[in-house]
Nanobody, 122 residues
Framework: VQLQASGGGLVQAGGSLGLFCAAS????????MGWFRQAPGQERELVAAMRRSGGEPYYIDSVKGRFTASRDNAKNTVYLQMNGLKPEDTAVYYCAASQNVQWRVAVWYHSWGQGTLVTVSN
């Protein structure tokens, strides 16, 4: 599966952005889907993950209550709605896929596409 994230941009602190991840060459319903981010000088981190079978997504503590991950299998797309953005959310955001049972473990994700830059200003 090939994945392409989009929807990033420049937003003021407290604002909102919605990211999209379009899939091709595969069907997202067959995968656990994750959203990752990488800030300058930092390692890439898993921000949110969704099981292919559904259920509540997983979020890292720093985005709980602010970010919402969702998927539309019919459109072969996953989403990340980001509210209450903070400067520390500034990063390149990526989506990725996994078929490993450990759906909350970053190392099992693959199919990185080109990310989308989110910049949050003070």
């Amino acid at each position: 599966v090939q994945l392409q994230a989009s929807g990033g941009g420049l937003v003021q602190a407290g604002g909102s952005l919605g990211l999209f991840c379009a899939a091709s060459g595969g069907t997202v319903r067959n995968y656990h889907m994750g959203w990752f981010r990488q800030a300058p000088g930092q390692e890439r981190e898993l921000v949110a993950a969704m099981r292919r079978s559904g259920g509540e997504p997983y979020y890292i503590d720093s985005v709980k209550g602010r970010f919402t991950a969702s998927r539309d299998n019919a459109k072969n797309t996953v989403y990340l709605q980001m509210n209450g953005l903070k400067p520390e959310d500034t990063a390149v955001y990526y989506c990725a896929a996994s078929q490993n049972v450990q759906w909350r473990v970053a190392v099992w994700y693959h199919s990185w596409g080109q990310g989308t830059l989110v910049t949050v200003s003070n």
